[in-house]
């Protein structure tokens, strides 16, 4: 079993920047894919950026340039820096990693971004 424990979401003005963690811990030989994933009231879930274990990123268009995820390989922890912060950017944010072959979730961690 693989537990996930986000933090450092909260509430910031239009403008403002937050950085999120997320550490996987737990029964882990290794993580591949690490990843983030934003859900607002009364939307789906969709995808904000990844990173596999190589480094390599992928980011939804629309966030590219204002986010950066990157991950401490060696701590199980990845990271969402959050710079230019909108109101549209207000959701619940969730880790994904992938421990082939399952994938595990956190419990998510709110950004509120005010106007």
């Known amino acids: 079993q693989v537990q996930l424990v986000e933090s450092g979401g909260g509430l910031v003005q239009a403008g403002g920047s937050l950085r999120l963690s997320c550490v996987a811990s737990?029964?882990?030989?290794?993580?591949?894919?690490m990843g983030w994933y934003r859900q607002a009231p009364g939307k789906q879930r969709e995808l904000v950026a990844t990173i596999t274990r190589g480094g390599f990123t992928n980011y939804a268009d629309s966030l590219k340039g204002r986010f950066t995820i990157s991950r401490a390989t060696v701590k199980n922890t990845v990271y969402l820096q959050m710079n230019s912060l909108k109101p549209e950017d207000t959701a619940a944010y969730y880790c994904?990693?992938?421990?082939?072959?399952?994938?595990?979730w956190g419990q998510g961690t709110q950004v509120t971004v005010s106007s």
């Open positions: 994904n990693v992938d421990v082939g072959p399952f994938d595990y």
């Open positions: 737990g029964h882990i030989f290794s993580i591949n894919d």
